[in-house]
């Protein structure tokens, strides 16, 4: 038997009026996902209690089984795990991530970098991914950091893209910090980290503006009118503590597969392999199916995680996202069903969240689930869509997805 949970992220959405107020799975060409809904198990997911904190890798914590209350830390210890960062009991993983800021046109300014002296009143955040930089010219910026902001308390680490690591030595876990995606357009003042420890947070993010703001990277950028990637923007604590192993606890080998630094850390942490992200950094979906499946010939369990791209993700185009869910669809999870059909008795759920930020908001719309069993016959679900409605919609009541991959592993059900 083959287990697979594909976990599709930031693809649930609220109805949109550009598209006659459907949401954008309900616009989109999905036939292998609605096969899922019309043969096996449609129906919402709890997944998080209000009182968690939010942040992204906390869907994918109770999907796994495990409870948030107690393990979720925040994304920097998943961060940490994929980079192989040692992070010890006392230390405290930061997200670092590498952002745009400019001076507020309202306050009189011009919005010229030289107008911002520091970080407060009247600075605002203009991209929350500088420019979606590229992974190479990232890997400049923050060395020339570590070089002079490194001490043996603090490290930087470089990740992918806009998104790095910092790990500070001993440090404070309870500041108060801002996801960088809920602040453009809007002034950073108010969003600057606040509580224990955040003087020392916010005297890094200052001194690192002052040293990238004049970076010749940033120069050349600015003259090729890309964003200066101007500062890092320090959030997603948490400390590193032990997780049980879901390989020893249902006493079975398993990997997972995403090109997310924090989900690949999000397995390991659980005790999964984790496929080498340089096999997936630029892998396009079709790839990124077939390392899965070529996975499952040698493993019991896939966790495959798969969200859309940034610019989809980060943007305003609403079609743009329609024609990405189809690409998933399509490229990812047909071929990913057709193989899992070839390699004999299978259960696969297809998990869908509205992920952690949506154009500057929390996002909205439900956690759904389709559950299929090869073993089992068919349900009848003519006409039933892998949407939220029809999830909704459903008989079935709200399953707890803590307790979904106990179902999962369960043997004879």
């Given amino acids: 038997m083959k287990y697979v949970i594909l976990h599709a992220d930031g693809m649930a959405d609220r ?6 107020g459907r949401t954008p799975l309900q616009a989109a060409s ?7 809904a019309q043969e096996g198990e449609l129906g919402l997911l709890t997944v998080v209690p209000e009182t968690v904190r939010r942040g992204n890798g906390l869907t994918g914590t109770t999907i796994l089984g495990y409870d948030p209350k107690k393990y979720y830390q925040g994304p920097g210890p998943f961060e940490a795990a994929s980079l192989g960062v040692a992070v010890g009991e006392q230390d405290v993983a930061y997200r670092c991530t590498m952002v745009t800021l400019r001076a507020d046109l309202q306050s009189g300014s011009k919005g010229g970098l030289n107008e911002i002296k520091k970080l407060g009143p009247h600075v605002v955040m203009d991209d929350a991914t500088a420019g979606l930089i590229s992974t190479e010219e990232a890997r400049e910026l923050i060395e020339a950091i570590n070089e002079q902001l490194g001490s043996e308390m603090i490290q930087f680490y470089p990740g992918l893209g806009h998104r790095h690591l910092m790990v500070w030595g001993n440090g404070k ?27 020392i947070l916010w005297k890094l993010m200052d001194a690192s503006f002052q040293i990238l703001r004049d970076h010749p990277l940033n120069e050349e950028r600015s003259a090729a009118g890309q964003k200066p990637a101007n500062c890092l923007w320090l959030w997603g604590e948490g400390r590193a503590i032990f997780w049980p192993s879901l390989s020893e606890r249902f006493k079975m080998s398993g990997v997972v597969v995403s090109q997310s630094d924090v989900y690949r850390g999000l397995g390991i942490m659980a005790g999964l392999e984790s496929v080498d992200g340089s096999r997936l950094a630029d892998a396009d979906l079709r790839t990124q199916a077939a390392i899965a499946l070529e996975e499952l010939a040698q493993k019991d369990f896939a966790y495959v995680h798969v969200e859309l791209p940034d610019e989809v993700v980060y943007g305003s185009d609403v079609a743009a996202k329609v024609k990405a869910i189809e690409a998933v669809d399509r490229e990812l999870v047909g071929p990913l069903l057709e193989g899992l059909a070839k390699s004999g008795p299978h259960r696969i759920a297809a998990f869908c969240d509205p992920g952690n930020v949506q154009h500057g908001q929390v996002s909205e719309g439900p956690g759904f689930f389709a559950y299929r069993d090869s073993a089992l016959a068919p349900a009848v679900g003519v006409g039933r869509k892998y949407t939220e409605a029809d999830a909704q919609a459903s008989t079935v009541p709200p399953r707890d997805a803590t307790k979904f991959i106990v179902r999962l592993f369960a043997k004879g059900s």
């Fill in 15 to 20: 109805p949109r009026q550009e598209l006659g």
């Fill in 30 to 36: 999905t036939p292998h996902l609605d096969r899922l």
């Fill in 173 to 199: 876990s309870r500041a108060i910090c801002t996801d960088p995606q809920l602040l453009v357009g809007r002034p950073i003042a108010d969003a600057l980290p606040t509580g224990d420890g955040a003087d």
